[in-house]
């Protein structure tokens, strides 16, 4: 500990000590910050100038620990790949503590990759600092596309090597979130048929993000509505950017709604809806196209898990349930229509649009058109500044026809689009560009690309070429894990 203080109120701290282990980050050799996140620092209120340096090098690589925080690894279940593994957990992070930030949310800031646990499963417990380095850029590039999202305060270089296939340096991410409550910390309790400790965690889950759901008639039902919701959102979300997040296992399944654990994740270039990057995602689970069922398969999970609680019968418990989840596609494709509504320059999307954005999607598969670039281009085929691709041709009459029927002046519909599909992503050839030059020594990449994904909307002309796709040998078609 130390005489530097955060501002910690570690309420998940205090609940029952079955829920965590209390330990401390194990100290790296030399570490080194690499990059601070200033604007999330100030979010924080955090003194950003103070810390980006030593001080902030010996925080974040869990070397020097504010004085009030209470480091605790999480307790957690989950099916990973759709098989069970009862006892997971925290095997590489230590929550430091909970900062209520500026705008009065509670906020988590965690430490990744900072050394064994109890359930660190055989492993070191490290991290190698590229997948630190993927996950810093991947994450704020979401968080400035107007996604829900973990964020990334700090990268910081260990001095030590990690062995992987073959030795490469250590990192450290100071990682913050709304919270870190998993489906797969449902699923723990629920596993060991502890029922207080689901109660405690739904608790603390309503308090949390649903404190709405605590004047319910049934609190749990109302927080497992409220995570449906959100999660059909966001998938949505995620879908309309062309993202994969890579491993969809319950434990990386938040109920606050957020992404979290940016594993072998990436962004399509050709469309196919098969499209899969991680190297251990052999049949395809965790595809692109497959996200929006996957997460309804999760979401089921986590209604099991919430049986013990939802009501005094068994046979009234998996009814309500069992209407929660079903209500699932609905929302879910309520929330897909409207964001690619969006993209298509709609205002007010309707059931009938479900036509036209399957059509440009399927003219897209045929040609293998790039994703972000094809939606990027509409505004500029909408003014005539550019042909539309020999793909979409026959399609643009009838979407310019929608567009007609909602009467939108060019100048707004070309603002609208602009807003809604972004010129710049972190394409993977650049991330891994960033990722070598920096295992090299070289951050120039990795700051340029960091600060070009702040702007996705309105690039900078000068950023044009992280905007483009991949060439062909620049492809980058299989992404790792850091474990």
Known sequence: MSDIAFGFDNSYARLPERFFARLDPTPVRAPRLLKLNHELAAELGLDADALDGP???????????????????????????????????DGRAILLGEIVDAAGRRR????????????????????????????????????ALGVPTSRSLAVVATGEPVLRETPLPGGVLARVATSH???????????????????????????????????????????????????????????????????????????????????????????????????????GRYAYGAQPGIAQWNLARLAQALLPILAETPERAIEQAQA?????PEIYRAEWLGAFGRKLGLERARPEDAALIEGVLNAMATARADFTESFRKLSAVLTGEAAPDPAIADW??????????????????????????PAVIPRNHRVEE?????????????????????????????DADLAAPAAPDERILHTFCGT
């Not at 279940?77 to 593994?85: E, L």
């Not at 940016?262 to 469309?271: D, I, S």
């Not at 929660?324 to 699932?328: E, F, G, K, Q, V």
């Not at 700051?447 to 900078?460: G, H, N, V």
């Open 396 to 421: 643009v009459p009838a979407w310019r026809a929608r567009l007609a029927e909602e009467g939108a002046a060019a100048e707004s519909l070309t603002a609208r689009l602009d807003r809604a599909n």
């Open 55 to 89: 001080l902030g090098a010996e925080i974040f690589s869990g070397n020097r620990a504010p004085a009030d925080a209470t480091p605790i690894a999480q307790a957690y279940a989950g099916h990973q790949f759709g098989g069970w593994s009862p006892q997971l957990g």
């Open 181 to 283: 409550i998993r489906v797969g910390t449902f699923q723990y309790f629920a596993a060991r048929d502890d029922v207080d400790a689901l109660r405690d965690l739904a608790d603390h889950a309503i308090r949390r993000h649903d404190p709405d759901a605590a004047e319910a008639d049934n609190p749990p039902l109302a927080l497992l509505s409220g995570v449906i919701a959100r999660q059909a959102r966001l998938v949505a979300q995620w879908m309309s950017l062309g993202f994969v997040h890579g491993v969809m296992n319950t434990d990386n399944m938040t109920v606050s709604g957020e992404t979290i654990d940016y594993g072998p994740c990436a962004f399509l270039e050709a469309y196919d809806p098969a499209t899969v990057f991680s190297s251990i995602d052999a049949y």
């Open 108 to 143: 988590d800031v965690q430490l990744k990759g900072s050394g064994r646990t109890p359930w660190s499963r055989m492993g070191d417990g490290r991290a190698p600092l590229g997948p630190v380095i993927r996950e810093y850029l991947v994450s704020e590039a979401m968080a």
């Open 324 to 328: 929660a989840i079903d209500a699932y």
């Open 434 to 462: 960033a990722i070598a030059a920096a295992y090299a020594g070289d951050l120039e990449p990795f700051e340029r690309l960091s600060a070009a994904l702040k702007r996705p909307f309105d690039p900078d002309p000068e």
